[in-house]
């Protein structure tokens, strides 16, 4: 049975006034490493790889030392079994298909290396394709020739940065598909460099938020997406409806609260000690809020009879394949941004100035555990 193989990383790298200082863990699943462009995903792969050198710190596979800044030990990217997949793909031009993803290849005969990029071939649809060059090639064809080049030479650890991010969506979403069906052949250690949060979602197994070069959160996509640690990790990942309140009292048995928020209030789920008067900070997904059919209607979904309130349609823009409702309480501005499938768009015939009930449902509010104080009262 092959050993699971586990990428153990904590180092510091100063680049100019930049400050790289991550740890984190990759097991035998894929890691989504999220943020904003600038934010220091690139420069962690690189480093990983061996194409820089960190300050200080280690990288660790399993028991072996990639790099371990207090014994000295700094591996060549030749000698560290790191699989790169870039960008551009930075395929060789004067090079085949079938050349390309021989390049990587150090041990075999020629038999068996013939047999096993045959099945890679086949495996990411590049059958026909062998004798063909870089400029013959669609884009998605050039990307699974890349990662079929990084994987043919039986890496240890696999990195993927922005792999999909020049290519149209229908091709996105195939070599996603691609992406989840290798890993799941190969179980090999992955990271995936991305900041797009649909593709963040479908392929992490786990997810690192990163901001400024720090890590703010990491752990399953459940959690980083529905349990934001901070405010901070709310935004980033376009939480959008993000509430400062206070505690105006808690039940008997503690397990809720009734938090007061700009005009409105509503019924949390209390885990964290909640007292009366406690200032708290708490989100909800635009997708998770329900609006409910017209006015009087009886609300039907489940937890849409939960912590009902009274507001009006500000303005509605369309997103592809949802519309985004703003809703406020007042006049003067939104609060809410509630995200619906066109069907639902439509069936609710919605229009500005309409009033409306929403309902947040207890369930899928979200206190946020860390306030922070020096961020805005509303994001």
């Known amino acids: 049975q092959k050993v699971i193989e586990m990428l153990n990383v904590s180092f510091l790298k100063n680049v100019g006034n930049f400050a790289l200082d991550v740890s984190f863990v990759v097991d035998s699943g894929i890691l989504v490493l999220f943020g904003p462009s600038g934010s220091g995903k690139s420069l962690t792969l690189q480093i990983i790889s061996g194409l820089i050198k960190p300050d200080k710190g280690f990288i660790k596979l399993n028991n072996d030392s990639f790099f371990d800044s207090a014994n000295g030990i700094n591996l060549p990217i030749n000698k560290r079994g790191v699989g ?8 060789f031009p004067h090079m085949t298909v079938f050349e390309n993803i021989a390049y990587g290849i150090r041990k075999g005969g020629k038999a068996e290396v013939n047999k ?18 870089p400029h013959q090639l669609s884009g998605g064809q050039k990307q699974r020739v890349a990662i079929a080049r990084a994987i043919a030479s039986e890496p240890a650890v696999l990195l993927l940065d922005e792999p999909l991010a020049a290519l149209d969506y229908p091709v996105r979403s195939k070599i996603r598909n691609d992406l989840i069906a290798i890993h799941k052949r190969f179980r090999i250690p992955t990271i995936v460099v991305t900041h797009d949060i649909e593709e963040a979602f479908v392929l992490g197994d786990r997810i690192a938020v990163i901001e400024e070069g720090r890590i703010e959160q990491i ?8 349990k934001p640690a901070t405010r901070k990790v709310a935004r980033l990942l376009a939480v959008k409806n993000i509430f400062d309140a206070v505690v105006k009292k808690v039940s008997s048995k503690g397990l809720a609260a009734t938090v007061e928020s700009d005009g409105f209030s509503i019924t949390v789920n209390s885990k ?29 979904a489940k937890g849409s009879k939960e912590n009902i309130v009274s507001a ?18 007042s006049d003067d501005d939104y609060l809410f941004q509630i995200n619906l499938p066109n069907s639902t768009y439509r069936r609710l015939s919605l229009k500005k100035g309409k009033k409306i009930k929403i ?7 979200w206190v946020i555990p860390c306030r922070l104080a020096d961020e805005q009262t509303f994001i």
């Not at 752990?219 to 529905?226: D, L, T």
């Not at 009006?312 to 309480?329: N, P």
């Not at 309902?359 to 509010?365: A, W």
């Open 359 to 365: 309902s947040l449902p207890k369930e899928l509010v």
């Open 312 to 329: 009006k349609v500000f303005d509605i823009q369309e997103k592809g394949l949802v519309h985004t409702i703003f809703a406020g309480i």
């Open 116 to 133: 096993n990029i045959a099945e890679l071939q086949k495996f990411l649809r590049l059958e026909g394709t062998e004798g063909l060059y």
């Open 219 to 226: 752990g399953s996509r459940y959690e980083v997406f529905y």
């Open 84 to 91: 790169y997949v870039l960008q551009d793909y930075a395929l």
């Open 272 to 300: 964290d000690n909640l007292k009366a008067g406690d200032n708290i900070e708490f989100c909800i997904r635009p997708e998770d809020i329900k609006i409910q059919k017209a006015k009087g209607a009886r609300l039907k």
